[in-house]
């Protein structure tokens, strides 16, 4: 912004209950088990991640300035955290219901190809043992 204010919020939460279960799925990966928002609830509410048993949790949200959610992350490291890069995706969603030919991500992805508009990547291994749908990985 032109006076050097920024539209978007940084605030870290020592409780995954102060966050939105939907909002912090979204946008953390509710198809990784480890950071979904049920099993970080159920961490803090079986007392096994909370400050008394020596964790101290720290759950980081990005939010615009009408309050959305824009990315989220729980923070095992908070100095690492800080230090990092994150890379923020430009362009269009991809829509669940109607989903784009091609690859569904071709209109956010910084490597997108004309290829990535017409076939979609198949699911397959890659060299680091994880499973990816892309044309150039």
């Known amino acids: 912004m032109p006076d050097g204010s920024s539209p978007y919020r940084l605030t ?3 409780s995954i209950a102060a966050i939105p279960a939907a909002a912090w799925d979204a ?3 509710a198809d990784n088990p480890f950071v979904s928002h049920a099993f970080l609830l159920a961490l803090e509410e079986s007392r096994s991640a909370v400050r008394d048993s020596g ?3 720290q759950h980081a949200v990005v939010e615009d300035e009408s309050g959305s ?5 729980p923070i095992a490291n908070p100095k690492a955290a800080r230090a990092r890069q994150r890379t923020v995706l430009q ?3 991809p829509s ?3 989903p784009p030919a ?3 991500f071709h209109s956010r992805c910084p ?3 004309e290829r990535c508009k017409a076939d979609r990547p198949a699911l397959r291994p890659v060299a680091s043992g994880a499973l990816a749908a892309c044309h150039f990985v």
Do not use: M, V, Y
């Open 102 to 104: 091609g690859c569904p």
């Open 91 to 93: 362009g269009e969603l």
């Open 69 to 73: 959610l824009l990315a989220a992350a």
């Open 12 to 14: 870290l939460h020592g």
């Open 27 to 29: 946008c953390a990966g």
């Open 111 to 113: 490597i997108a190809q």
């Open 55 to 57: 964790w101290l949790p």
């Open 96 to 98: 669940p219901i109607d």
